[in-house]
């Protein structure tokens, strides 16, 4: 089998996307790279695309499993992690997330009591895992099972809430 690189996954995505795009009827502009530390990029811009975010990121969610499952198919498994962000919304999204878990980052190590959010996605935990890993003196752990999942925040110091 010949193997697909990261950037002719990026571009088999493209294309796809814009295929998908153009029968829906939606004009939008598709640009995919590959990004060593993230995978498969791909970003969807133009104007009025809040129904392919959906509420809260759902549509889009659905829309990157469709593309990933497509990648999947043309290179016979062998993708890369497939990454959608339609009109900037997710690199939003991530930018008020990390906002978020310093200030609540910041109130456990002021009270010394745990924290725990509300349940997230996986990709969205990862933001909160990596956000308080480059914090002094607090941690994180996820608790519960999918779909409601969850994260908490905890001080550092304290074996017993952190295990």
Request: avoid cysteine.
């Amino acid at each position: 089998m010949v193997e697909v690189n990261g950037a002719e996954q990026a571009e088999l995505s493209v294309r796809f996307l814009e295929g998908l795009l153009e029968a829906m009827g939606i004009p939008a502009t598709v640009r995919g790279a590959y990004e060593a530390e993230r995978g498969v990029v791909i970003e969807i811009q133009g104007e009025g695309l809040g129904p392919l975010v959906g509420p809260a990121g759902a549509t889009m969610a659905a829309l990157q499993e469709v593309a990933r499952a497509h990648l999947q198919r043309q290179t016979k498994g062998q993708s890369e992690r497939l990454v959608l962000d339609v009109a900037g919304y997710r690199a939003r999204r991530v930018a008020a997330l990390e906002r978020f878990t310093r200030q609540v980052a910041e109130e456990v190590l002021r009270t010394g009591e745990a924290r725990a959010l509300e349940p997230m996605s996986a990709a969205d935990r990862k933001v909160v895992h990596d956000t308080v890993a480059a914090m002094q003196g607090v941690t994180t752990r996820s608790e519960g099972e999918e779909p409601r999942r969850f994260t908490v925040i905890v001080p550092a110091g304290d074996a017993e809430q952190a295990s």
